[in-house]
């Protein structure tokens, strides 16, 4: 196993020299992805979607949503997805968690991982789970406050670090203000989020700048939506800057039905072929990504957002 601080070291390339050499991939197109969907999904056809998913190699797959099942009514089932997918060892799969009511639900379902989330920006935040920034805080104490002595392994997310659908831009520091607050409550990772796909490589280097001064690379995730199609540019400056966790959506489903004009999330299969085309290791099996990809997309009625599905899944690299 490479120790994930190590680096590429290949002198003919200014590109790669100093990349990490392994990337933790987040999947989390059964939550993110499926959340904005309007087809009903079965419950059976997410945990063959998630076990699809472990079973290719990802370790992080991001199950479902103990929200309130009238906000987001696609992951209602989120107790009977939990309760039936196949645990792989070493894989985590956490579920999104909005205040302590969230985390009953979730440990009453078995969770051992769970995601907590709040916002760069007041009005997204208000839209989403009706609270101010600061009342969103403190139901995320709340929640940490049982989490931690349970033994979950907690994300964080910032939304709308990157830009808001309500107030536009966002200044860096605000991003770097709620990360850090989500740190000191214990959260061992922090996923900030371009929740509308508006970043550009050089707002990234901008705003990872500001939270690197701060925090440390190795508790930081990024998370690209690919409203614009800018996610893989934005992925290769964070690369550069050390980053070495990114989330992505298998088949490039993804949104958030409170963030207006928000389109999918970086492909999976894009993510892993610029990755291995690149020699960073994922332990990820990109054709086994692909067919998930393909059987979720059938039960959707839903071509792929994903460019190399749209190419047909052809993979031309030896990694
Ligand atoms: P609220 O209406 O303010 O809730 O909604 P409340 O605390 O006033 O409670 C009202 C009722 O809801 C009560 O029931 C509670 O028990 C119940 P009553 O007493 O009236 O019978 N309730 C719940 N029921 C089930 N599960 C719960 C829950 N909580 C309260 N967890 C709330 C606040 C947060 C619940 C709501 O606004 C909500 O569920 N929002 C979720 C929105 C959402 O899921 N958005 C998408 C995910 S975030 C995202 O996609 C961004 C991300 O991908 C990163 C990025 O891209 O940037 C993560
Ligand atoms: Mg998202």
Redesign the pocket.
């Known amino acids: 196993m490479l120790n994930p601080q190590s680096k590429i070291q290949n002198p003919k390339s200014k590109i790669l020299s100093g990349l990490p050499r392994r990337v933790t991939v987040v999947e989390?197109g059964p939550r993110?992805g499926l959340?904005n969907e309007r087809t009903p999904v079965s419950t059976e056809a997410k945990v063959r979607f998630i076990d699809a998913l472990s079973s290719a190699g990802l370790a992080v797959v991001e199950a479902t949503?103990?929200?309130?099942?009238k906000?987001?009514p696609q992951l209602a089932d989120a107790e009977a997805v939990l309760g039936a997918i196949t645990r792989r060892p070493g894989t985590r799969y956490p579920s999104?968690v909005?205040?302590p009511?969230?985390l009953e639900?979730a440990l009453r379902a078995g969770a051992r991982e769970i995601a907590v989330?709040t916002a760069a920006s007041e009005s997204f935040n208000r839209r989403?789970?009706?609270?101010t920034i600061d009342e969103s805080f403190r139901d995320i104490a709340a929640v940490m406050e049982q989490a931690r002595p349970a033994g979950l392994w907690v994300r964080g997310?910032v939304?709308?670090a990157f830009g808001c659908p309500y107030e536009g831009e966002v200044p860096a520091a605000r991003a770097m203000e709620v990360a850090e607050r989500l740190l000191d409550l214990g959260v061992d990772e922090v996923?900030i989020?371009?929740?509308i796909g508006v970043a550009t490589p050089r707002q990234v280097e901008v705003v990872l700048g500001a939270l690197l001064q701060r925090l440390p690379a190795r508790r930081l995730g990024l998370?690209f939506?690919d409203t614009r199609g800018t996610a893989l540019a934005n992925t290769l400056i964070a690369l550069q800057m050390g980053i070495s966790v990114f989330d992505a959506s298998a088949g490039g489903l993804g949104g958030?039905?409170?963030a207006p004009g928000a389109a999918g999330n970086l492909a999976t299969e894009d993510l892993l072929y610029m990755l291995h085309g690149m020699g960073i290791e994922t332990g990820v099996d990109l054709d086994q990504v692909a067919a998930a990809s393909r059987a979720i997309l059938a039960e959707l009625g839903r071509p792929p957002s994903s460019k190399y599905l749209q190419v047909g899944g052809c993979y031309g690299f030896e990694v």
Request: with cysteine; glycine share 6%.
């Open positions: 989390v993110d959340q949503s103990f929200v309130h099942p906000a987001v999104l909005p205040n009511r969230g639900r989330f989403n789970i009706n609270r997310y939304s709308t996923s989020g371009d929740t998370h939506h958030c039905p409170y």
